[in-house]
């Protein structure tokens, strides 16, 4: 019933920024926290950044200062601004959420979005 829907992705030159945004929708009611992870070609999911509900934040290093994660928790949903974009971060993003919560199991849980791709040129 849940299903978390990425936009925003594209194909960008190196230096240029792209947001990205998640929204979780369902009988949703709450959501510990949501995040960003990426994968390249042959290597693995990583974290990228998470927020918690409560504002809390989380990020890989090697993304630390150049992008920006935020949350909208009235809406469920996440955003992830990508500036001073480097080809190191062509990848699939995919949200997460964690902790999510609908009326109809009251377990929390986690979800994954389908993935958007992003791809920086140089």
């Known amino acids: 019933q849940v299903q978390l829907v990425e936009s925003g992705g594209g194909l960008v030159q190196a230096g240029e920024s792209l947001r990205l945004s998640c929204a979780a929708t369902?009988?949703?009611?709450?959501?510990?926290?949501m995040g960003w992870y990426r994968q390249a070609p042959g290597k693995q999911r990583e974290l990228v950044a998470t927020?918690?509900?409560?504002?809390?934040?989380n990020y890989a290093d090697s993304v630390k200062g150049r992008f920006t994660i935020s949350g909208d928790s009235a809406k469920n949903t996440v955003y992830l601004q990508m500036n001073r974009l480097e080809p190191e971060d062509t990848a699939v993003y995919y949200c997460?959420?964690?902790?999510?919560?609908?009326?109809?199991?009251?377990?929390?849980?986690?979800?994954w979005g389908q993935g958007t791709q992003v791809t920086v040129s140089s």
């Open positions: 927020i918690t509900s409560g504002g809390s934040t």
């Open positions: 369902g009988t949703i009611v709450s959501i510990r926290r």
């Open positions: 997460n959420a964690d902790g999510l919560i609908v009326t109809t199991s009251w377990n929390p849980s986690t979800y």
